[in-house]
């Protein structure tokens, strides 16, 4: 998670004194509040399978939580769940939120993987932190389940930047 430093663009002539007035200015300038992401709940697809000659899919609405399997996917139960982040950063600023295009999960107990992409956010970017300097958002996304994959729980890492627009 990185912060990205506001550039100032000055307009005028070419001029050494408005060089030095710049230069002043530029040193006078407050640096904007270290952007801080709490993890408040981890993504959770819950217990799943898929068909023996079917592929299929399980879906975690970033929106409403919901779950849903597609084609061959088997949903065995267990906790599912969103990913909710707070972003903590200085007052009225516009953020971005940077989710990435694809993992890959391991099963918990096993040596199986599956592909997870499609990740949304429930909100467009860029955000606004507001008079408190604060948002929650939510992410979900798209597990892909191979033929014949067998019932198992998965994990890894999911890498979300924030940086300030």
Known sequence: MTAGAPAIV????????????????DNHQKKKKKLKLKVKSRLEFGTVASDIAVPGT???NASTGSKTVTGGAIDFGGHHRRIKLQIKGERY????????????????????????DGFTL???NPLNLGHD??????????MHLNANQPAAKYR??????VDYQ
Not at 156 to 161: P, S, T, Y
């Open 10 to 25: 000055f307009a005028g002539d070419d001029d050494d004194d408005d060089d030095d007035k710049k230069d002043k200015k």
């Open 58 to 60: 399980v879906i975690i």
């Open 93 to 116: 600023s516009i953020v971005y939120v940077t989710l990435p295009s694809s993992i890959r999960l391991k099963q918990k107990h096993g040596h199986g993987t599956a592909l997870v």
């Open 133 to 142: 300097g604060k948002e929650t958002v939510y992410v979900g996304a798209i």
């Open 122 to 124: 429930n909100q467009s």
């Open 156 to 161: 890894g890492r999911v890498d979300i930047e």
